[in-house]
């Protein structure tokens, strides 16, 4: 007998991880799969629709569902099954990035494709199909997923794989929760001899400059990422650094079993000894204006082009992997408006004119990104993808009462220059998108096929999300 029940105390306002959207729902937390079955039963008792959300990490409306009932999955979080000799592993969908490699690292395997945090769960990574800085070598996360079990609305337990169930496989990967819910995930892990990379840092002067440089070591790197300054212009117009980093062959690191272990991974807790990093957003908060990073971005970008192109450093995994968690809850510092991130996906061709005009129309509208990153891409199978075979330039934007006006329409009109390129954008980063723009460039053949699995899966309609009904009308 379930114990759920649509009462007040369920309700919960539950807000995005750019701080800028929240919502009020009905959160139910499951630990087993009949309970989310439970939690379908109660939607359509109520004539309630059901959203998915497991750490809250989309920066937008992907894991809100106001109004409706809202499936926190971060409970359902246990390793099912482990095999170091073959590195696979079969997690349930709250499983945290963080701890599938702390789980796995010190049998000699790293996950192969990890976001730039390590607190999104499974379920959301397989959900929104997460890529990582060696999306150009590895793909996205559904590239390394073998199988899943895939919970429908109506309590139907679907096993799908390459093999099995195929079409939904390679739907329900990047399908952002609307066929059903993951409740466990198999996945095969990356052997790894060290604990370490070998990472290299060189400045670039231009998007032309940095193109020409990942094409140039795009064969030999493992990951590659660059950072751009978003402030600079005229001629020194998307000046950055680039970070490539490589796994360390077999016997060249003397002792892996030190820095294989999961205290040797991450950065310690304090800085100097000193300051506690859980604070160091503090810190930041006073140089979140334009001159403040203005001035932060010119000194990054000075330090990296002093060090000069060829310093090269050991760093371990998640050190190198999970830079947004240097600092952590750092996104503190752009309160109390919060922030958007706007994402795009542009083919190799058009990459350097698009970001080249993206960034002058930020000066121009004088909302200027905090923070640029670039990475190099391949196209995947997956039905909703988001990748081309290119490049990404994600912005930082901070929202305050006086820009949200024109960053709405600056992000419009940077979409345009987008889909017209032949670009597209990512769903667990987006906020700003329209519903014309995404059929645009997803094509009528891809939006029948997924309306159709949703009807075939979901005939009542029961999942839904804001996103869902911000681009797609719910599927209605």
């Not at 919060?338 to 993206?358: H, M, R």
Request: a neutral charge.
């Amino acid at each position: 007998m379930s114990s759920y029940c649509l009462t007040s105390d369920r309700l919960e306002r539950v807000e995005s991880w750019g701080m800028n959207l929240s919502s009020l729902s009905y959160v139910f937390r499951p630990t087993t799969a009949q309970q989310v079955c439970d939690a379908f039963q109660i939607a359509r008792q109520n004539g309630k629709t059901v959203g998915l959300r497991g750490a809250g990490y989309s920066y937008g409306d992907a894991s809100m569902n106001d109004a409706g009932i809202l499936l926190d999955l971060s409970r359902m979080n246990r390793v099912l099954d482990w095999n170091p000799e073959t590195g696979r592993i079969t997690v349930e969908p709250g499983v945290t990035i963080r701890q599938l490699w702390q789980f796995i690292i010190e049998d000699g395997w790293w996950p192969p494709v990890v976001s730039g945090t390590m607190f999104v769960t499974l379920g959301g990574a397989a959900g929104m199909n997460i890529h990582g800085k060696n999306n150009f070598k590895a793909g996205p996360i559904g590239n390394h997923i073998l199988q899943f079990e895939l919970m429908t609305p109506g309590g139907e337990a679907k096993v799908c794989s390459r093999d099995a169930n195929s079409e939904l496989f390679y739907a329900a990967i990047g399908g952002f929760g609307m066929l059903g819910v993951f409740t466990s995930i198999t996945l095969q892990m990356k052997k790894i001899y060290s604990g370490q990379l070998s990472v290299n840092a060189f400045a670039t002067s231009s998007f032309a400059d940095i193109i020409q440089k990942f094409s140039e070591r795009i064969d030999g790197a493992d990951y590659l990422v660059g950072w751009i300054d978003c402030f600079a212009a005229g001629n020194d117009l998307g000046r950055g650094l680039v970070h490539q980093a490589n796994y360390l062959a077999p016997d060249v690191d003397l002792n892996p079993a030190q820095t294989l272990r999961v205290k040797n991974q991450e950065s310690p807790d304090t800085l100097m000894g000193v300051f506690p990093k859980s604070s160091m957003w503090r810190l930041l908060q006073p140089f979140s204006n334009n001159l403040g990073m203005q001035t932060i971005n010119f000194a990054k970008f000075l330090q990296g082009a002093t060090i000069g192109n060829n310093h090269i450093v050991n760093q371990s995994h998640a050190q190198f992997a999970f830079l947004l968690d240097y600092v952590p809850n750092w996104k503190f510092a752009y309160k109390p408006g919060g922030l958007i991130q706007f994402q795009s996906f542009v083919p190799y061709a058009a990459a350097e004119e698009v970001f080249s005009q993206q960034l002058i129309l930020n000066q121009k509208f004088g909302i200027i990104p905090y923070l640029g990153v670039f990475k190099r891409h391949q196209p995947d199978q997956f039905l909703m993808s988001h990748a081309v075979d290119g490049f990404s330039l994600a912005l930082d934007y901070p929202v305050t009462d006086r820009n949200k006006d024109g960053l709405a329409t600056l992000t419009q009109i940077m979409t345009r220059l987008v889909v017209d390129a032949g670009g597209r954008h990512y769903f667990a980063k987006d906020s700003q998108l329209r519903k014309e723009p995404v059929h645009e460039y997803l094509g009528a053949d891809v939006i029948e096929t997924f309306r159709r699995l949703k009807s075939e899966n979901d005939p009542e309609n029961i999942l839904r999300t804001n996103l869902s009904q911000r681009l797609f009308d719910s599927f209605e």
